[in-house]
């Protein structure tokens, strides 16, 4: 069998024959004086999915979160988001470290918040109170378990944020596995938000990029932001090229991951010691605790390394498993079997 069996995230896919060939053919030219031809077309591209006027290609998913954060607000804002939101979680504290501005959190259901909780954590604009300028949601929420967000809830915080002057940005690294599962396009929710992300070096396979989307005047302002931070790239076009074909060639088949997902959580629902419910495997990711199993997620992860899966442990008895382009089918039902194995003879 084909071991190792990466599991660990849908980062760890690696650019195929195909996608590499096109970067070798990609036309470039120094996108800091907005000379490659193959970003702008992505640009376009990806503004046009997204059904706003512009976006912004960036070298990754934290920083595309990171300059829309930091282009909306200014230091000593407060923004709502989910308690266990990446941009919050997961971004090595950039939102106070960058842009100086602090987090109201609100406990989400499998990280999706509702309007009405939203609404509650708004700030009354007095003088005691930062005021609050921003909220992200994350679609699909990572932590939550590749949960997708409802397209009504959506417009439902769109319109309380609308309605307090707001903006809403949506954290969309997976927003198009939401969309090929539930059968509805980007816009369906990207209508209702002022900003939106994109990563293409997740489940779409390239090596490397986001992009965040926005208004015109916006996006020259994260444009300056991203240059601040470093992102300015100049002959990136090779990237832009991968996430181009990645757009033309592995959307559709994100079904593929969530077929895989799903039989992975019911491979493993069969054994006794883990606990999950496959019925919550909503996309391309499969939690579970490993309580009863007598180990720590750590030490369990470090078993079946040594057997040949890899997979990430994401708290003290909580494991994750993603699928993705570089792992089939027949090794979703290899990793069961080695599942079966290691907790068997432990
Ligand atoms: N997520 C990574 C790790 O950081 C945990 C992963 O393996 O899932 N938004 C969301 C929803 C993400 O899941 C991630 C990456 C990012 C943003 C950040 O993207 P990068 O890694 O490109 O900075």
Redesign the pocket.
């Known amino acids: 069998m084909n071991l190792p069996i990466d599991l660990r995230?849908d980062?760890v896919t690696k650019p195929s024959p195909a996608m590499r060939q096109a970067m070798a053919n990609a036309e470039v030219g120094d996108d800091v004086a907005r000379e490659d031809p193959t970003i702008n077309r992505l640009e376009a591209l990806c503004a046009e999915l997204y059904g706003m006027e512009a976006s912004l290609f960036v070298p990754?998913?934290?920083m595309a979160?990171q300059v829309a954060i930091k282009t909306w607000t200014q230091a000593g804002d407060e923004m709502i988001v989910d308690l266990n939101a990446?941009c919050y979680n997961?971004e090595s504290a950039a939102i106070a470290a960058v842009s100086g501005v602090q987090v109201a959190p609100v406990e989400g259901k499998r990280g999706i918040m509702t309007a009405e909780q939203v609404e509650a954590r708004i700030r009354p604009r007095n003088v005691h109170h930062g005021p609050t300028t921003l909220i992200a949601i994350?679609n699909t929420h990572?932590r939550g378990g590749g949960s997708i967000y409802p397209v009504e809830t959506t417009a439902a915080i769109g319109e309380v944020a609308r309605r307090h002057g707001i903006r809403l940005h949506l954290?969309g690294?997976?927003l198009l596995n939401a969309c090929v599962e539930k059968r509805v396009r980007p816009t369906d929710y990207t209508r209702h938000c002022d900003s939106a992300t994109l990563?293409f070096?997740k489940g779409l396979g390239c090596p490397v990029g986001?992009v965040v989307a926005g208004p015109r005047e916006f996006i020259e302002r994260a444009r300056r932001w991203r240059k601040v931070f470093g992102g300015g790239m100049r002959q990136a076009g090779i990237l832009a090229a991968a996430a181009i074909y990645a757009l033309e060639h592995n959307v559709a088949r994100l079904a593929d991951d969530h077929a895989n997902a799903r039989l992975l959580a019911r491979g493993l629902a069969e054994i006794d010691t883990l606990d999950l419910n496959p019925d919550e495997v909503e996309t391309n990711m499969v939690f579970f605790d490993c309580r009863r199993t007598g180990m720590a997620a750590s030490e369990l992860k470090q078993r079946m390394a040594k057997a040949g899966v890899l997979m990430y442990d994401t708290a003290p008895y909580r494991i994750r498993l993603v699928t993705h382009l570089d792992v089939s089918r027949e090794q979703i039902i290899e990793a069961v079997g080695v599942f079966k194995r290691v907790l068997m003879s432990a």
Request: proline share 0%; with cysteine; glycine share 6%.
């Open positions: 995230s980062t990754s998913g934290s979160n990446h997961l994350e990572n954290d690294a997976r990563c070096s986001s």
